[in-house]
């Protein structure tokens, strides 16, 4: 039985105060985190903000990004030994706009989500393609690939414990919601690339979700298909209100 994950993605947005504020207003309205885990992902400068304003409450902290090494002259970076020490829960790795913007690669993404492993941080492992793949109809090939290449080296372990976010970029922060559908069958390719390259038991362990235009209108329907275990929400995730109701989706 996979907990349901919906995960807020702030991007650059939000600053210290603006946490605490955001956290006051959600913290007491929150699932409980066996059944559906609600978590936010916000930028390094918040994490010790957001962190210790979620003490307490069932608001689990994550990260958007970390380097693959844990220390060391990499001036800018984020190390995943000192996500632990802070006690962070989950971390994006591979997301769109890294890939696009900063020019990580396949074989970056490993070595994240291998040193986020080492760390005990559970990386949330982000593919997806372009409208141009789309319309070449080649969705399935692309992300099978981005799949095997982030997995590339991991456990069966680690696999069943990992999220996967599934986010065509088309679909992110465009208002063009892929169709439920359309989510469910790349979803569930993923999970059979999952099931190909691992056994059974790891393809039903490991949580998929969905992202790129979720909003309270679109989650009831996107979280009723069978692959898809969550969303991970850009801009839907950055007022409380809205996020209470992608959280509350079950309600
Ligand atoms: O990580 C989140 C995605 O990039 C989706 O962003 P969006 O919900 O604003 O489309």
Known sequence: MRTPIIAG???????PDQTKEFVAAVKNKLPNQNTVEALICAPA???DALKKAAAG?????????AYFEDEGAFTGETSPKVLKEMGIDYCIIGHSERREYFHETDEDINKKAQALFANGVTPIICCGESLETREADQQAEWV????????AGL?????????????????????KTASSD??????????????????????????IQYG?????????EL????????????GASLKPDSYLALVNYQD
């Open 57 to 65: 409450s069932n608001l689990l902290v994550g990260a958007e990004n």
């Open 45 to 47: 400068v918040d994490l």
């Open 144 to 151: 099978i690939q981005q799949i095997k290449a982030a997995l």
């Open 182 to 207: 359309q989510a469910q069958e790349m979803c569930k390719t993923i999970r059979d690339t999952v099931r190909d390259l691992y056994n059974d038991e790891t393809a039903d362990n490991v949580r």
């Open 223 to 234: 979280m009723a298909k069978p692959d898809i275990d969550g969303g991970l929400v850009g």
């Open 9 to 15: 993605n702030w991007k650059l947005n939000m600053n």
């Open 212 to 220: 790129g235009s979720v909003n309270p209108g679109n989650v009831k």
């Open 155 to 175: 456990t069966n372990d680690q696999v069943a414990k990992a999220v996967i976010a599934y986010e065509p970029i088309w679909a992110i922060g465009t208002g």
